[in-house]
């Protein structure tokens, strides 16, 4: 299993973007799939997780009403769209994927996702 994101970059405040992560090697069949965000010098945060299987969709408090996941089954890929970017949401943004457990831990540092893909950055400035 290989996650992969993309969609990185640089963006002024206010701006928008969208983070996609394609699922490779698996089947989209049930499992949590996450993105989390990590800014220099901080603790890695879970931002939003979707279960594959029926769409259910969680965020974190601190992003809720900008921060939007999406899944394209056919694809694969789950995004992450992003409104009203400010300062503070700049980072690594990484996908994990849980395929063992029930995604919980995705608000205390993702211990129970074991894939993990490359990060891409994101700058807000």
């Known amino acids: 299993v290989q996650l992969v994101e993309s969609g990185g970059g640089s963006v002024q405040p206010g701006g928008s973007q969208r983070l996609s992560c394609a699922v490779t090697g698996y089947t989209f069949l049930s499992y949590y799939l996450a993105w989390f965000r990590q800014a220099p010098g901080k603790e890695r945060e879970g931002v939003g997780i979707v279960y594959s299987g029926e769409g259910y969709t969680a965020y974190a408090d601190s992003v809720k009403g900008r921060y939007t996941l999406s899944r394209e089954k056919d694809k694969n890929t789950v995004y992450l769209q992003i409104n009203n970017l400010k300062p503070e949401d700049s980072g690594t943004y990484y996908c994990?994927?849980?395929?063992?457990?029930?995604?919980?831990?995705?608000?205390?540092?993702?211990?129970?996702?074991?894939?993990w893909g490359q990060g891409t950055q994101v700058t807000v400035s």
């Open positions: 994990a994927a849980d395929l063992h457990s029930d995604g919980a831990t995705w608000t205390d540092g993702g211990s129970d996702f074991g894939v």
